[in-house]
């Protein structure tokens, strides 16, 4: 075992504070990794305060992990030592069921391992500790090459909020032609925009706020839409194939659902902390519409996006924070004021 510098929260209402945890020593088929940054993700401040579920303290968040390999077990063959790498939101899966086999281990049907917050089974039964580390030991099979074309720091928030657009984005079959909308732009939101031109869509976003237009049209997008303006949603009705949900507010839908045209789909990704209003059903069956869910990617296809935006060049638009500044940027994402990503420079830990 290693000792490594972290930050972590030992309550609900610790905030982060200068900690030290163990990493396994690694053995033939592990990856350690020398973190150099780590995104913020709005899910790690639910995780800390126990918001979701109670958590397992001391807690360590962090899965937008980006680094360098320092050591590779005996039989690893895709990685050497110096090799700039990434870990997402999982570090293992149990690997047999037929989503795992299949590519598609965010839906392990016995539960994939996240990368911090519960318990790993296969190594010992301790908690997993995130990326707000110096370092990190992964099975070879859940760590992915990073490009080297593109700001390793900025990558960072690709490995949560880029593959969680992407992914539904390719299920779907979104190419050239199709039109796209995407409901708030946040983390999550300025990513589909930048995904979706890339794959040739037109975009439209939807936002309650009138300041995002301009921020939106810079992002890429073709139309901006002031969801709170019953003429601006009456104009956009029936004109869009495909909408991403990315808004982890409880709001209503079935206004989303009217702007779809025939066989369209509406893809929800954030989750709300309450019920939401029900969907009329009326509004599937009279155009064959979709409602559905996503989940982040599989390895395969996390690799696949991170090649996709090399190839594009496309990454976050981030603000780098300090290990001390990580509370003052939680509240601030609370507050919806970061544009667009906080990233943390893990040499401040």
């Known amino acids: 075992m290693t ?22 020593t690694p053995d033939a088929n592990d990856v350690e990794i020398s973190i150099d ?20 303290y001391p ?16 039989d690893v063959t895709d990685f050497t030592v110096g090799d700039s790498v990434g870990v997402g939101c999982m570090v293992d899966s149990c690997r047999t069921c037929d989503s795992c086999l299949e590519g598609f281990e965010q839906y392990c049907e016995n539960g994939n391992t996240g990368t911090y917050g519960v318990v790993d089974w296969r190594n010992g039964g301790d908690v997993t500790q995130g990326g707000y580390s110096s370092s990190i030991v992964v099975n070879e099979g859940y760590v992915l090459k990073v490009p080297k074309n593109l700001d390793p720091a900025a990558v960072a928030p690709l490995l949560c909020a880029g593959i969680t657009t992407y992914s539904p984005l390719r299920y779907l079959n979104v190419s050239e032609g199709d039109a796209v909308g995407v409901v708030g732009l946040g983390g999550l939101g300025h990513m589909a925009v930048k995904i979706a031109k890339a794959l040739g869509a037109t975009v439209t976003v939807f936002t309650t706020s009138p300041s995002k237009a301009d921020a939106a049209r810079e992002l890429g997008a073709d139309h901006v839409v002031i969801s709170s ?12 194939n495909v909408v991403i949900d990315t808004v982890a507010a409880v709001h209503d839908i079935n206004d989303y659902l009217r702007t779809l045209a025939r066989d369209g789909a509406l893809i929800q990704l954030g989750l709300p902390p ?4 029900p969907v009329d059903p009326a509004l599937l069956v009279r155009k064959r519409l979709a409602y559905g869910g996503s989940l982040i990617g599989g390895i395969a296809e996390t690799q696949e996006m991170l090649d996709f935006c090399s190839e594009h060049g496309i990454v976050s638009d981030i603000e780098m924070v300090n290990a001390t500044e990580l509370d003052v940027a939680y509240d601030r994402m609370v507050a919806g004021d ?10 401040t830990l």
């Open 3 to 24: 000792q490594v510098k972290a930050y972590a929260a030992t309550a609900a209402d610790s905030g982060l504070r200068p900690s030290t945890i163990e990493r396994r």
């Open 37 to 56: 940054f780590c995104g913020l993700c709005h899910s790690d401040v639910h995780a800390i305060r126990s918001e979701w579920a109670p958590a397992k």
């Open 59 to 74: 807690l360590v968040p962090g899965h937008e992990i980006v680094g360098k390999v320092t050591r590779v077990g005996a």
């Open 229 to 240: 303006d019953a003429a601006q949603m009456a104009d956009a009705k029936g004109t869009l």
């Open 274 to 277: 309450a019920k939401m209003p």
């Open 338 to 347: 970061v544009k667009y990503r906080f990233v943390l420079d893990n040499s």
